[in-house]
């Protein structure tokens, strides 16, 4: 069974470009989550998405949004990028929210010039 | 809020030999889960271990278990014969049980504890 796939590996933009990220999770999930890891923050929770709703969503500005499909998979989208947007964006699945196990990509690490 | 404490930002061990991480959280639920996650330099978040907190019984997975002290609020990762590919940030984190009701499952993460193993 695959794993969770995230797209792409890497990105490198610049300053006030948006960017769209991309997650599929494993066949049967239906839960897909959204972290952010920097070096000073940490790991941060971004946002949850379940039968293409979003449950839930960290504390971060409205320019970073998401949206879920009905095969599951999700992108999130980042716009007006900043500096400090720079990061490593993870995506984890399972199957139903609260699972007892959460399945994490390799994650997409994001450049802003 | 809860919140997850790792003391520890970097430990060193040798190889075969046994190593500690701990890891401290605070929560006002009773229901809960504990993990622990290793990312090597590949990046993958990959679960080590995992514990329930209404489970009195310690988990074990091979050669890693946990010391879970749930009155204490602890919760430490035990790494027996460590080998070369341990190498990694470890990460504890804590997530409520669906059963403790509302909807917000995040994972909460500590800082995390980089591991070196020296051959």
């Known amino acids: 069974k695959a794993g969770v796939t995230q797209t792409p590996r890497y990105l490198i933009k610049t300053r006030g470009q948006q960017v769209t990220l991309s997650c599929s999770p494993i066949?049967?999930?239906?839960?897909v989550s959204w972290y952010q890891q920097t070096p000073g923050q940490g790991l941060q929770f971004l946002f949850e998405?379940?039968?293409?709703?979003?449950?839930n969503k960290g504390n971060f500005p409205g320019r970073f949004s998401g949206r879920q499909f009905s095969n599951s998979r999700s992108e999130m989208n980042v716009s007006t990028l900043e500096l400090g947007d720079s990061a490593l964006y993870l995506c984890?699945?399972?199957?139903?929210?609260?699972?007892?196990?959460?399945?994490f990509g390799s994650g997409t690490q994001l450049s802003v010039l | 809020a809860q919140t997850v404490t790792q003391s520890q930002p970097e430990m060193s061990v040798q190889e075969a030999e046994t190593v500690t991480l701990s890891c401290t959280y605070d929560t006002s639920e009773s229901d809960y889960y504990l993990f622990w996650y290793k990312q090597p330099p590949s990046r993958q978040m990959i679960l080590v271990i995992r514990q329930e907190a209404y489970k009195q019984q310690n988990a074990t997975e091979n050669r890693f278990s946990v010391n879970f002290q749930k009155a204490a609020k602890s919760f430490s990762l035990k790494i027996s014969d460590s080998q070369l590919g341990d190498a990694a940030m470890y990460f504890c984190?804590?997530?409520?049980?669906?059963?403790?009701?509302?909807?917000?499952?995040?994972?909460?993460f500590g800082k995390g504890t980089l591991l070196t193993v020296n051959p």
């Open positions: 998405y379940f039968s293409e709703t979003q449950r």
């Open positions: 066949s049967g999930h239906r839960s």
């Open positions: 984890a699945s399972s199957l139903t929210p609260g699972g007892e196990k959460l399945f």
């Open positions: 984190a804590y997530r409520r049980s669906s059963w403790s009701g509302g909807s917000n499952y995040k994972l909460t």
